[in-house]
């Protein structure tokens, strides 16, 4: 088990995240990008996979507004599990919703355990993307969908001092990727109707009013929770993260494929 000071996600990281993004939310766009990730897709009775399930707000609206047989989220961090527990336990749906606590490396799923995967910003954190795509290709049903956002890499190589400083500052262990390496790594693992959609023109004016918030409304508030040291690196680091959103080199992406039936 990790002690609080090997945790990635700590009390502070998700008490100013939920201030940006929402209760049960560690990364942009609350419940409408969760709803743009999924599209028109028709979950009704499916068993549904979150990789990297944070506190639990994705797979607590998936719970509660498509209508699944179940939402099983896994996270690596036992604090976190803990969180999204309790707020599918506060949301009374704990009857369909199952948190675990996994290793990094392979899914720990049989073949076949799920009908939809699906990730919202975390895919981020694992470094061999083609290897995951196997995985996900192996544990959905025929006909299953993987549903997710990350954030990739405009850039192919090394980063640019800017995208180097931002990563630094960020203090997460990125694994950024490009668009064709998603593309290549879910061909190659055998899924069909590859969409991969760049969300960074939205992101570009998002992220701008977020840095307006956290030195604004939101900034007296977080003062008392996690102090102004803590507080003004956490602007620090969304101003270098806008800068690599105007540079193209930052691009949150919508990434949909299904496995063939």
Same mark, same amino acid.
């Given at each position: ?12 990281? +998700?008490?100013?995240?939920? @201030? =940006? ?24 009775? @499916?068993?549904?996979?979150?990789? *990297? ?5 994705? %797979?607590? /609206? ?8 179940? =939402? ?12 999204? @527990? ?9 009857? +369909? ?16 355990? &799920?009908? =939809? ?19 996900? /290709? ?7 969908? &993987? ?7 405009? #850039? ?9 400083? #931002?990563?630094? @500052? ?14 290549? %790594?879910?061909?190659? %693992? ?5 969409? +991969? +959609? ?22 007296? *508030? ?20 806008? =800068? ?18």
């Amino acid at each position: 088990m990790e002690t609080p000071e090997e945790l990635e996600y700590d009390q502070d990281m +998700i008490s100013l995240l939920e @201030a =940006v993004w929402g209760e049960g939310f560690m990364s942009p766009g609350g419940t409408e990008e969760i709803d743009r990730v999924l599209g028109d897709k028709d979950l009704r009775e @499916a068993r549904v996979l979150d990789i *990297g399930c944070g506190i639990g707000g994705a %797979a607590v /609206h998936i719970a509660l507004t498509r209508h699944p047989r179940s =939402v099983t989220g896994i996270d690596i961090e036992e604090n976190l599990i803990t969180l999204s @527990a309790s707020l599918a336990e506060k949301n009374d749906v704990s009857a +369909i919703c199952d948190f675990k606590q996994v290793a990094p490396g392979p899914l720990p799923f049989d073949p076949g355990s &799920f009908d =939809v995967v699906f990730s919202k910003d975390s895919i981020i954190h694992i470094a061999d993307k083609s290897r995951l795509a196997k995985d996900i /290709h192996t544990i959905l049903s025929p006909g299953g969908w &993987f549903l997710a956002s990350d954030w990739l890499c405009g #850039y192919e190589g090394e980063p640019s001092p800017q995208m180097q400083a #931002y990563i630094e @500052a960020e203090g997460l262990d990125f694994e950024l990727a490009s668009a064709q390496v998603y593309q290549t %790594a879910l061909e190659a %693992a055998g899924f069909v109707d590859i969409e +991969i +959609i760049e969300r960074n023109a939205w992101y570009r004016n998002q992220a701008r009013i977020e840095r307006d918030n956290l030195a604004g409304s939101l900034y007296a *508030g977080l003062l008392e929770q996690v102090g102004e040291d803590y507080l003004n690196r956490a602007i620090d680091v969304w101003e270098k993260m806008i =800068v690599v959103l105007d540079s193209g080199e930052h691009r949150p992406t919508l990434l949909r494929a299904r496995k063939p039936s």
